[in-house]
């Protein structure tokens, strides 16, 4: 799939992670200052739509949602099945 190996797809898969990276980051902030937080749903979607590594990266920088067993299990087997999608479709 010409997608697959195009430069907008690289250029898309940095712009979604530098987003998720943020996002956790903002998260924390918020939880620690007990502002209004930023669903778990968005941060679970920014994964979903190929922001995994920067979504791990940002839980161990931040160490947030480190403790929560449906990021810590479920963020980096959401990025395993994408990496296979992606292999597979070369």
């Given at each position: ?11 898309y ?35 979903v ?22 990021f ?19």
């Amino acid at each position: 799939m010409d997608f697959v190996n195009s430069n907008l797809f690289i250029y898309y898969l940095l712009a979604v992670n530098v987003v998720a990276f943020f996002l956790y980051g903002i998260d924390k902030y918020k939880a620690a200052h007990h502002l209004w937080r930023i669903p778990e749903s968005m941060l679970l979607l920014t994964v979903v739509i190929g922001g995994g590594l920067g979504a791990m990266t940002g839980m161990k920088y931040f160490r947030h949602k480190t403790q929560h067993l449906k990021f810590r299990v479920g963020v980096p087997l959401i990025v395993l099945c994408q990496v296979g999608l992606i292999l597979y479709l070369r």
